[in-house]
């Protein structure tokens, strides 16, 4: 029998978000459902609502969850009815070219949940990074859902399921951050701190925060950021490059995505350097570079994928940090709203207001 619960929907491009009640299956195989009991709210929300990442309307928005299992489907053995979990968008199926090479964290066909949920009137929704955990109850694949400890409380746990896993894993993972580097982050909202927190933990000597807004460098001097630059006055590069030494920094983040940014990153860098961008760009924007300078500078111009993590290594070890107290997800979390909040939410994201607003279900 399917279930019956709340949930936000985008119905149209552009259109304010609507709460509705929504169907959800029964797990079939390899399937499992869930109890969210928070979910953050993401610009890939966002995103969604607006029509930049694709046109399949209706949208089951929320992406950013922790909750429990109400049910497994058949062939799954690994979780069970009341396992506390945080779910993940990137469920590795280890049969593609990128899982055969021993690299999941790219993996090319990611599994979802094969029964689609729908609106009452059985129209079937699309369900934001086939997760849609802006609900009382979602349906995802038995390998989205990763079991972790559950002393750690939802409104925190969920934020290791998108934001802070990108940032993070940016600067740890893609970035490679060690011990003695310095590095620069550019945007310090959730995804930004984030990465300021993983570069920090990883050893690097300093860590240059890049803002707009004095709130959020004070902010991100909290996560570990060694210094700061208020880039609303200031040419952020000759800042960075003043710091340390006229040299550039070996790895920047750009946690905006946006040309600006990032050719902002790219002369940040010291020779040889490395950009990462974790910020998502809206799908028209354009960034031109002197080829003579892609050449003569060297490096790596990479892009951060989910921070490359691996979530069934990645999100315990993010919540043993969190319960061991050094990361400190709690300072994530600005506010936590209900289901009905979720457009007033937007508009505090869109003005930086906010770090991270969290749905509690």
């Not at 709460?19 to 979910?39: F, H, K, N, R, S």
């Not at 940014?261 to 570079?289: C, H, K, N, S």
Request: aromatic share 6%; net charge negative; glycine share 12%.
């Amino acid at each position: 029998m399917p279930h019956e619960a709340r949930a936000v929907v985008a119905l149209k491009k552009g259109a304010p978000v609507e709460v509705l009640p929504i169907l959800v299956p029964d797990p079939g195989p390899g399937e499992v459902l869930v109890t969210v009991q928070a979910c953050g709210v993401c610009h890939t929300d966002l995103h969604y609502r607006d029509g930049a990442i694709g046109d399949d309307f209706p949208y089951l928005l929320g992406h950013e969850a922790a909750g429990v299992i109400e049910a497994v489907g058949p062939g799954v053995t690994d979780l069970a009815p009341g396992d506390y979990v945080v779910l993940a968008w990137r469920a590795p199926c280890g049969q593609c070219r990128a899982c055969r090479r021993a690299r999941p964290w790219y993996c090319f066909a990611s599994r979802n949940a094969a029964q689609p949920m729908t609106l009452q009137d059985g129209t079937e929704l699309t369900a934001a990074l086939g997760i849609g955990a802006f609900a009382e109850k979602t349906l995802v694949a038995a390998g989205q859902a990763v079991k972790v400890d559950p002393s750690a409380r939802p409104e925190a746990a969920g934020l290791i399921g998108c934001g802070v896993m990108a940032g993070y894993g940016a600067a740890v993972h893609t970035g490679g951050v060690g011990s003695g580097d310095t590095v620069a982050v550019i945007g310090c909202g959730g995804v930004g701190n984030a990465a300021i927190a993983g570069a920090s933990r990883a050893g690097a000597r300093r860590v240059i925060a890049v803002d707009l807004d004095d709130g959020k460098l004070d902010a991100a001097e909290r996560f570990g950021a060694t210094d700061t630059v208020n880039s609303r006055g200031t040419d952020p590069v000759e800042a960075v490059r003043a710091l340390t030494g006229g040299h550039g920094v070996d790895v920047v983040i750009d946690a905006v995505g946006r040309p600006e940014t990032y050719r902002q990153a790219f002369y940040m860098r010291d020779l040889a350097g490395t950009l990462v961008q974790v910020g998502v760009p809206d799908p028209d924007m354009r960034i031109e570079l002197p080829l003579i300078d892609l050449f003569s500078r060297g490096g790596a111009l990479k892009s951060s994928w989910y921070g490359d993590c691996l979530p069934s290594r990645d999100f315990p070890v993010l919540i043993d940090l969190f319960l061991s107290g050094k990361l400190d997800l709690e300072r994530f979390i600005s506010e936590t709203i209900a289901l009905d909040d979720l457009e007033a939410a937007f508009a505090k994201m869109q003005r930086g207001e906010v770090l991270r607003s969290v749905v509690v279900v």
